[in-house]
């Protein structure tokens, strides 16, 4: 078992900086595969950005107003934690943010735990 506990959420002008942390316990965190979903209303949820356990390969969505460029993912294993650095901040990026584990890549339903979600809403 995984627990995930999202944090960081909030409101932000556009062209401001967010970091979302995704606090985890439960299982050995080193060992864990992450990724960072969002879903907007009336939207499927969709990825965001991943990163294996071991940090060496990264992942992010490359759609069109993609996190590519802007958004960067990383760990710190001594704190469990995963974050995701959002700079540039867009209208369309607001969703409630989801935090995942025991996966590595672009597909919600393979992932086996889930946070509760943190907001965010970028005002123009």
């Known amino acids: 078992q995984v627990q995930l506990v999202e944090s960081g959420g909030g409101l932000v002008q556009a062209g401001g900086s967010l970091r979302l942390s995704c606090a985890a316990s439960?299982?050995?965190?080193?060992?864990?595969?992450m990724g960072w979903f969002r879903q907007a209303p009336g939207k499927e949820r969709e990825v965001v950005a991943s990163?294996?356990?071991?940090?060496?390969?990264?992942?992010?969505?490359d759609y069109a107003d993609s996190a590519k460029g802007r958004f960067t993912i990383s760990r710190d294993d001594a704190k469990n934690t995963v974050y995701l650095q959002m700079n540039s901040l867009k209208p369309e990026d607001t969703a409630v943010y989801y935090c995942?584990?025991?996966?590595?890549?672009?597909?919600?339903?393979?992932?086996?735990?889930w946070g509760q979600g943190t907001q965010v809403t970028v005002s123009s």
């Open positions: 995942a584990a025991d996966r590595f890549g672009s597909r919600p339903n393979e992932y086996r735990y």
């Open positions: 439960g299982r050995t965190f080193s060992r864990v595969s």
């Open positions: 990163t294996t356990y071991s940090g060496g390969n990264t992942y992010y969505a």
